[in-house]
């Protein structure tokens, strides 16, 4: 059961803004949105996640939808460090993290 | 200091051997977990331990068996091993819920 859909792969200049979307139509009331990116066979690498409120931390915003059925998380300046697999979840509690097929993300110069 | 490490970073066995895959976490987290990420790049999770305790058991043979000594440490033991088990496994923890997980750089495992 796929619970989020996105784009397979994404590119963006050096310097601008990545914004990246993910589509989770089912989510439930209490279900948090998560992001995560894998830089090239590391582990993945937390990013940040949501519930309903926008989020902002050093590495990245998450805005979600008012009906929360998508969200988008935003890169504000791109760096050639940044090209990575970047998961979206939608999990209930953090104990349960299932990850999707990602966006391939690749920041161009 | 790594605040997840695995051991060994690389293996390479033979089919039908015994062998382990050590993880130790320094950040002082509740649950530990063991993904698998195949070739296809799919990432699926194992395994869930929280206090020790076994959460998550997804549909894996019973020839993978995770152990946790204490809080800090979750092994993965596979035995019998088959050509199928080549992978990456990862070994994560996190403090509770609604945090985000701490990923280990990854065990590649080869089977040949």
């Known amino acids: 059961d796929a619970k989020t859909t996105q784009p397979p792969s994404m590119d963006c200049a050096e310097g601008r803004a990545a914004n990246l979307p993910c589509n989770h139509s089912t989510i439930s009331g209490n279900e948090y949105v998560y992001w995560y990116r894998q830089i090239h066979s590391q582990g993945p690498q937390y990013i940040i996640h949501g519930l309903k409120n926008n989020e902002t931390n050093e590495m990245a915003s998450l805005i979600i939808t008012e009906d929360r059925k998508s969200s988008t998380l935003i890169l504000p300046h791109a760096t050639l460090r940044d090209t990575a697999v970047y998961y979206c979840?939608?999990?209930?509690?953090?104990?349960?993290?299932?990850f999707g097929a990602g966006t391939r993300l690749t920041v161009k110069p | 200091d790594t605040a997840v490490s695995q051991t060994p970073k690389y293996l390479v066995t033979q089919m039908g051997n015994d062998k382990s895959i050590k993880c130790e976490q320094n950040l002082g987290h509740d649950t530990m977990y063991w993904y698998k990420q195949d070739s296809k790049k799919f990432l699926k999770i194992m395994f869930s331990?929280?206090?020790?305790?076994?959460?998550i058991n997804e549909t894996v043979p019973n020839r993978f068996s995770p152990k946790s000594p204490d809080k800090a440490h979750l092994n993965l033991h596979i035995n019998s091993l088959e050509l199928g088990d080549s992978a990456v496994y990862f070994c994560a923890s996190s403090p509770g819920q609604f945090y985000g997980y701490t990923f280990g750089s990854g065990t590649r495992l080869t089977v040949v």
């Open positions: 979840i939608v999990s209930l509690r953090n104990n349960d993290m299932r």
């Open positions: 331990y929280n206090n020790k305790e076994l959460i």
